[in-house]
């Protein structure tokens, strides 16, 4: 199994423009979850899907949409980047909620100027 | 949900030494207490977890209590490495129960 996988790795945006992060797993997993962890500080949840046709805002959802169209995938949507959105992106999945494991993706970093 | 009271934010350790880092928790319903680990440039990675009918679970050099009492579980590394460097955290549930809240975590440094 590859896990979770993310792409791309890196990014740099300009302001106002947009892009999708992906994010695909492969453990059949129901739940998944997009956080956001600026430089020294710990992890925010932005969107989290507990299945396919189901997703719910986080702690900071502005700025953001997600899509859950099939079991493994989440694409993270940024409309209008701004320099507040310069973070790393970590996908996460789980087979269920709290109680089980979330395993997390490699992360990708955006940079917004 | 519950806020994540970790403890310390930093700490450095002899190579060797022991480190125990302290998480507490407010909700007296919680019965799922993991330790992530996130080293340098990767994600978080579950290293142990327990649940509210066990005190204790040890896996080699790591170990997690519980205090229900007192409402506190904590991390025990032992015989710390220098790969043990990263950050630790102690996510807590959230309020709809199907979500954490991972805080900002402990930095552990081993100096060789």
């Known amino acids: 199994n590859a896990g979770v996988t993310q792409t791309p790795k890196f990014r740099i945006l300009k302001i106002g423009q947009s892009m999708t992060l992906q994010c695909t797993q492969d453990?059949?997993?129901?739940?998944m979850y997009w956080y956001r962890q600026d430089p020294g500080m710990g992890l925010k949840l932005i969107y989290y899907s507990v299945g396919a046709g189901i997703t719910d805002k986080g702690e900071v959802p502005n700025g953001y949409n997600v899509s859950r169209s099939t079991t493994e995938d989440f694409p993270l949507r940024l409309e209008l980047a701004a320099p507040s959105q310069t973070s790393v992106y970590f996908c996460a999945s789980s087979y269920q909620g709290v109680g089980y494991e979330q395993y997390f993706g490699p992360g990708t970093r955006l940079t917004v100027t | 949900g519950e806020n994540v009271e970790q403890h310390p934010s930093t700490l450095s350790v002899q190579e060797g030494d022991s480190a125990v880092i302290k998480c507490t928790y407010s909700?007296?319903?919680?019965?799922?207490f993991p330790w992530y680990k996130q080293e340098l440039g990767k994600g978080p990675q579950l290293i142990i977890d327990?649940?509210?009918?066990?005190g204790e679970k040890k896996d080699q050099r790591i170990a997690v209590t519980l205090n229900k009492t007192a409402k506190h579980f904590s991390l025990h590394i032992t015989e710390t490495q220098p790969e043990d460097s990263a950050v630790y955290f102690c996510p807590r549930e959230g309020s709809s129960g199907d979500k954490l809240t991972f805080g900002t975590g402990t930095r552990l440094a081993v100096r060789p």
């Open positions: 453990m059949n997993h129901n739940y």
């Open positions: 909700d007296s319903a919680s019965n799922y």
């Open positions: 327990i649940r509210s009918n066990v």
